[in-house]
């Protein structure tokens, strides 16, 4: 009996450390996910000036989580929604505020 529980208790360790999200949590790369949201800015809103933007670390690559970032633009303080679209850890970046 004792084999049967131990047998039991290692597949649960290895399937919640295989399968994410059930002992491990997957979370944004701070450094990346900021360029990621500098980018976007510049780019595709055709924003210069784009300055001290700090995201909150380690936010979860969950479907539908939505954080703020904090930015200067042009020196002016705003902040921009960022909502996370899937578990391969594409978002979208809203318009500043």
């Known amino acids: 009996m004792p084999f049967v529980a131990l047998a039991l208790g290692a597949s649960m360790a290895v399937v919640g450390f295989v399968n994410p999200g059930l002992f491990v949590t997957r979370v944004f790369d701070d450094e990346a996910l900021r360029d990621g ?16 933007l700090v995201c909150p ?28 679209q899937d578990e391969a850890g ?7 505020s």
């Open 37 to 52: 949201v500098r980018l976007v800015l510049e780019r595709d809103f055709h924003l210069a000036q784009v300055t001290e």
């Open 57 to 84: 670390r380690k936010q979860p690559v969950e479907p539908q989580t939505v954080f703020l970032c904090a930015v200067r633009i042009n020196g002016a303080p705003s902040t921009v929604p960022v909502v996370v």
């Open 90 to 96: 594409r978002y979208a970046v809203g318009r500043p």
